[in-house]
């Protein structure tokens, strides 16, 4: 059965960076497509960047461009999203999830992991 974790994130500081990781088991790793969305408190929530299958196209919601990168190791998979220059409003519960591209809908996504929270904050 697909399965998705998240890890990585934490305090840090306006500037810093994180890398967060997404480790599936259950499938083939470079089956599906990764995404990464995140929610804040009281919004809704938002799609960050997606990876697909082969790691040779990514995308990246305007808010994050230029400061998060995310890439896969799918010999060891794990998807990872490095997040640079972080931004008090980047606070948020960060979540993984899975489908066969990218360009699906949001509500394709599935295999959610149970979320990783990231707090930017002096």
């Known amino acids: 059965q697909l399965q998705l974790v998240e890890s990585g994130g934490g305090l840090v500081q306006p500037g810093g960076s994180l890398r967060l990781s997404c480790a599936a088991s259950?499938?083939?790793?470079?089956?599906?497509?990764i995404g990464w969305f995140r929610q804040a408190p009281g919004k809704e929530r938002e799609g960050v960047s997606c990876?697909?299958?082969?790691?040779?196209?990514?995308n990246y919601a305007d808010s994050v461009k230029g400061r998060f990168t995310v890439s896969r190791d799918n010999a060891k998979n794990t998807v990872y999203l490095q997040m640079n220059s972080l931004k008090p409003e980047d606070t948020a519960v960060y979540y993984c999830?899975?489908?066969?591209?990218?360009?699906?809908?949001?509500?394709?996504?599935?295999?959610w992991g149970q979320g990783t929270q990231v707090t930017v904050s002096s």
């Open positions: 990876i697909s299958r082969s790691g040779g196209s990514t």
């Open positions: 999830a899975a489908s066969l591209t990218c360009l699906d809908p949001v509500d394709d996504f599935g295999a």
């Open positions: 259950g499938f083939t790793s470079d089956y599906y497509a």
